[in-house]
């Protein structure tokens, strides 16, 4: 596959390629899902919980071990902590480290 040439060897500002997004081929994917767990608590138990996940906080309370072997860094909280509880719009969650597998802002 040739790609036009005002993308051929265009990087991004961190050194890493652009793909344009005719390439990645994403109006039909080939399997969508959505997943969902019942949690059995107030929206007021669940949220401080919420409102802290990322890499760079209180973790995805997952397979921790699994995500660091594959150097993500992360370690999930095992309490609230008062310093994750803010999020604004706009504010995003980090799910990787800066420079994972070439991602420049994780």
């Not at 969902?36 to 309370?61: F, N, T």
């Not at 993500?72 to 597998?101: C, K, T």
Request: some cysteine.
């Amino acid at each position: 596959m040739t790609r036009p040439p005002r993308h051929r060897g265009r990087r991004n500002h961190c050194g890493g390629r652009v793909v344009p997004p005719a390439a990645l081929n994403v109006d039909r994917p080939i399997v969508q899902t959505t997943e969902a767990v019942w949690i059995d608590a107030p929206a007021s138990a669940v949220w401080p919980r919420l409102v802290q996940m990322g890499q760079d906080r209180g973790g995805l309370y997952s397979y921790q071990t699994l995500e660091n072997f594959v150097g993500l860094d992360y370690h999930n909280a095992d309490r609230i902590h008062s310093e994750w509880q803010h999020l604004a719009p706009g504010d995003g969650m980090r799910v990787a480290p800066n420079g994972w597998f070439g991602l420049c802002d994780g």
